[in-house]
C-alpha cells in the first residue's frame, strides 16, 4: 500500500508495525478502523481479549515477559475507562507500551466523551493525539516517547478522522523521518562518588549488593555478579529482580517480606547495602526492619531523587555502568589487594554464620498435608508445585494474600520469568489479562498462573483468552473462598467479616466450559492428576483448582499487619 493511498488508521498501523510485533485488542466503534488495518496489512499478530482491561495488561505482561514493546488498543469512553487500572499500573511500573484508542470527534465531543487525555495524566501516562497531516509521525512519536521515557503512551484518534486519508498524499510519512526523538536523560556519574561507595565494599565486613528489575532492564547482571565475587558480597534481589544473580553459595533470595527466615537475618547482618535498580518499597524494606541501622545504605538509580529515608548515599547512574565501574574500581591495585578485599567479605560473612547460603531462599516451613481445618496447606501445596512443574516456566502472579506462596516457593531462572502485573498499583484481577500476554511473548515455555478465587472473579472473562492463546499453561487458583488479605488484615481487627467471603466456585468446572482441563485440588494425592497431565506432554491448559485454608498465613501479611497496628497506635 502506498502512502498515496494510507488512511490515518492505516498509516498508524504502518508505523507501529515498524516496532511492534503484537496488538492485544477488544474491538469497538472508535478502533475498528484500526484493528482492520492491522489485520489488513498482517505485519503484526493480532490477539482479541474479552475486557478492555486485558488490551493493556496483556500488553504490559507482553513486555515484561520479553522485552519487546507491544500495543493495546480499545475504543473512546467506556471502552478507553474500562482499561484505567492496568494503565496506571503500567505507568507506576514504568513499562513501556502504546495503548491506540478512539477519542472525541475532531468536530467536538459527545455526551459519551471524556477528557480521555486528563484521565491520562492523572495516572501518569501520556497522551499524543493523531491527526490527519501528522498520523504517522504521531505514532512514531508514541513509540519513542514509551522506550525513552519508560512509560505507557495513549495514542488516540479522533473519531471522525479514523478512516479519513492522509492530508499531504504522505507528507506526515517523511515528518516522521525527521522527527526528532525524545530526550533521554542523561546522567554524569560522579567519579569521586564511585571512588568513595567502592572504598565502602572493599572497607566492608558484610557487604550486600540488592538488585531490582532496574537492573535487569540494565543489563546489569552479569558485572553485578563478578562484583559480589570480588568483594565476597552475600546478594539478595527484589521479588521482580529474582534470577538476576545466580542461585549460589552467596546468594540469599528475595530482600523483604518474601525472604525465608534465614536469609532475612542474614540481610539484617550486613554493614554496607548497595541497591541496584530497586525501589526499595516497604515490602522490599520489611517496613523499615529489613536492614541494621547502622548498616550503610547506597542506592544506585537513574531517578534524581532516593526512593527511600533509609538510603543514605544516592548515586545517580545507569546499574550497568555503576556496576562495571565500582568492578574497576575494587579490581585497582596488586592482585593480593584484590584477593583481600573478597577473602574479607567472604570472612566477614562466614564469620556471622552466613559464609554459604546456598539453598537458603528455598528454605519455607513445608506445611502440612492439610490444615487444621482439612483444607489445603498453601505451604505444602506450593512445595509440590516447584517439583511438579516444569522447569522452563514464565510464572504470572495475580495479587492477593496467596502471593506470599508462589514468588517465595517456586523457583525463577530470569526475572523475565516471574511477572507480578498489579503489584506496582496494589490491584488485584490482572492474573488471566496478564498470562494472555505472556503466553503470546513465550509460547515455547509452559504458562504458569497463579491467582485467587478473588482476583480470578474479577478477570473471569479472560479465562478463555488464556485458554484460546497459551499453548502449554497451568492455571493454579488459590481458592480459599474469600478474599484472603482482606481477611488477615482486618477480620482479625474485628472489621465484619462477611464482605470478606466468597461463595466456594468451580474454577475447575469453569475451565471445561471454556476448553481446558480442569481438576478440583483437595488434597496433594490430586495433584498426581497434574503430573500425568504435565508427563503426557500434550498442548493446552490445565486449570488446578485448589481448596487451600484460611488459616495458614502468609508471613509478609503478617508483617503488613504489625506495620498497620504500629502505626494506628502512635
Known sequence: MSDASLTVSSAIAAELEQHAADVFALMGNGNAWFLDAVVRRGAMRLTAVRHEAATVAAADASYRASGRLAVASTTYGPGYTNAITPLAEAALARVPLVLVVGDQPVAGPRPWDVDQAGIATAVGAVTIVAGRADARAAARRAVETALAERRPVVLAIPYDIAHAALEGDGADAAAAAALP??????????????????????????????????????????????????????????????????????????????????????????????????????????????????????????????????????????????????????????????????????????????????????????????????????RSLFHALERILPADRVIVQDGGHFIGWGPTHLSVADPERLLMVGTAFQTIGLGFPSAVGAAVARPESTLVLISGDGGALMGLADLESVVRTARRGVVVIVNDAAYGAEVHQYAVRGVAEEPMLIEQVDFAALGRGLGATGVVIETLDDLQQLEQWLAAGEDGVFVADCRVSREVVAPYIVEIREAAMRAASR
Open 181 to 378: 526523538a525524545p530526550e533521554t536523560p542523561f546522567v554524569t556519574i560522579d567519579a569521586e562518588q564511585l571512588a568513595e561507595v567502592a572504598e565502602v565494599l572493599t572497607r566492608a565486613r558484610r557487604p550486600l549488593l540488592l538488585a531490582g528489575r532496574g537492573a535487569h532492564l540494565a543489563a546489569a547482571a552479569e558485572p553485578l555478579r563478578a562484583l559480589a565475587s570480588r568483594v565476597g558480597a552475600r546478594t539478595a534481589s527484589s521479588a521482580l529482580g529474582s534470577g538476576i544473580f545466580a542461585p549460589d553459595h552467596r546468594h540469599l533470595g528475595i530482600c523483604g517480606g518474601f525472604a525465608s527466615d534465614r536469609a532475612a537475618a542474614a540481610i539484617e547482618q550486613a554493614d554496607a547495602v548497595v541497591v541496584f535498580g530497586a525501589g526499595l518499597n516497604p515490602f522490599q524494606t520489611r517496613f523499615g526492619d529489613a536492614f541494621a541501622a547502622d548498616a550503610r545504605v547506597v542506592q544506585v538509580d537513574l531517578l534524581p531523587e532516593a526512593t527511600n529515608p533509609r538510603v543514605d548515599e544516592l548515586v545517580r547512574g545507569d546499574a550497568r555502568l555503576v556496576a562495571e565501574a565500582l568492578l574497576a574500581l575494587v579490581g585497582d591495585g596488586a592482585a593480593a589487594e584484590a584477593d583481600a578485599a573478597d577473602a574479607a567479605g567472604d570472612a566477614g560473612w562466614a564469620e556471622a554464620g552466613f559464609g554459604d547460603v546456598t539453598g537458603v531462599h528455598l528454605e519455607r516451613e513445608p506445611g502440612d498435608a492439610a490444615a487444621p481445618d482439612g483444607r489445603l496447606d498453601p
